[in-house]
Nanobody, 123 residues
């Protein structure tokens, strides 16, 4: 099973930064596209960002464009989401997921949803 584990969440003030990590232990992440998602209380899960298997295709949702940066380090078998200029509306549980496509996250994830990592932005 393609299980990934998220970490790096926490509580920060508006304007602060966090870096989330998505680690794979039982398979090679480099063969897959990786998406970051979030789910705020009472809302549906939404895609935040996606990086293709080669890293050559990157997408962001309009709400985070210019503030978040997705990356991957295949040597560490991990992907990351650097979040800057955080806003209260970024508060959510963040998840990562693996996609079979080499070109992005247009297909459904093939990894099960984990517990995610909580990000809380509040003054």
């Amino acid at each position: 099973q393609l299980q990934v584990v998220e970490s790096g969440g926490g509580s920060v003030q508006p304007g602060g930064s966090l870096e989330l990590s998505c680690a794979a232990s039982d398979f090679y992440l480099k063969y897959y596209s990786v998406g970051w998602y979030r789910q705020a209380p009472g809302k549906e899960r939404e895609e935040v960002s996606c990086i293709s298997s080669t890293g050559g295709i990157i997408n962001y949702s309009d709400s985070v464009k210019g503030r978040f940066a997705i990356s991957r380090d295949d040597a560490k078998n991990a992907a990351y989401l650097q979040m800057n200029s955080l806003k209260p509306e970024d508060t959510a549980v963040y998840f990562c997921a693996v996609h079979a496509s080499d070109y992005g996250c247009g297909d459904s994830p093939i990894s099960p949803w984990g517990q995610g990592t909580q990000v809380t932005v509040s003054s």
